[in-house]
């Protein structure tokens, strides 16, 4: 079965400083993985996608995010938070020829103080 | 361009009754999901249809049913409400992609509150 763990529920940082999202899953096979982020009475939206190739992906509003296959970790990044940034930040992982059926974590509440 | 178009935004219904929610996917997209986010969770698959069949289903009971138009528009029908069903349910379109690198486009969601 495919799990999707987010070990914080919550990330505090200082505006200008760099953030990480910590995100770890467990699925047979190749995963396909996601970062999507939800702001309040908003659906998600998506903001980047490792399929394969380069461990390092980019993504919208400057964030990035590095697949490692040996500690199953997919976490997420900016060089520098904006106050903008905070919202609710949700990991997904589907299984690759699986079709479209993703499992989500529980999601990281970001703050980022001004 | 449209992005995923979900009515209501929000309901209140009675414990026992019945709920259809509605979803118009986002124009060119063929495939319709659905999700329930519980408050405090990440949302849980519930199931997906493509060529107006059910496709794929989550861990959800039979009480819940949808429905996917010629249009490719949808329908989650939800019967015999619990307490438990409140929730924000979140519909996700996309193109047929069995390889499911894509991801999804997701509309804002209708918020069911079962009392």
């Known amino acids: 079965a495919q799990s999707v763990a987010q070990p914080e529920d919550q990330v505090n940082v200082a505006e200008g400083n760099p953030l990480t999202v910590k995100c770890t899953y467990s699925?047979?096979?190749?995963?396909?993985l996601f970062w999507y982020v939800q702001y309040p009475n908003r659906g998600l939206q998506f903001l980047l996608k490792?399929?394969?190739?380069?461990?390092l992906v980019k993504g919208s509003y400057g964030f990035e995010a590095e697949f490692n296959k040996s500690q199953t970790s997919f976490h997420l990044k900016k060089p520098s938070a904006l106050v903008s940034d905070s919202a609710l930040y949700f990991c997904?992982?589907?299984?690759?020829?699986?079709?479209?059926?993703?499992?989500f974590g529980p999601g990281t509440r970001l703050s980022v103080l001004p | 361009d449209a992005g995923v178009t979900q009515s209501p935004t929000h309901l209140i219904k009675t414990r026992g009754q019945q709920v259809t929610l509605r979803c118009s996917p986002k124009?060119?997209?063929?495939?319709v999901s659905w999700y329930q986010q519980a408050l405090g969770q990440g949302p849980q698959f519930i199931f997906q249809?493509?060529?107006?069949?059910?496709?794929q289903r989550g861990n959800f009971p039979d009480r819940f049913s949808g429905h996917q138009f010629p249009n490719y528009s949808s329908e989650l029908n939800v019967n015999a409400l619990l307490l438990g069903d409140s929730a924000l349910y979140l519909c996700?379109?996309?193109?047929?992609?069995?390889?499911?690198?894509?991801?999804?486009?997701f509309g804002s969601g209708t918020r069911l509150t079962v009392v």
């Open positions: 996700a379109s996309s193109l047929r992609d069995p390889g499911q690198t894509a991801g999804y486009t």
């Open positions: 699925v047979s096979g190749n995963p396909y």
């Open positions: 490792y399929i394969t190739g380069d461990n």
């Open positions: 997904a992982v589907s299984r690759v020829n699986y079709g479209q059926n993703f499992v």
């Open positions: 124009s060119g997209h063929d495939t």
């Open positions: 249809y493509y060529e107006e069949e059910e496709r």
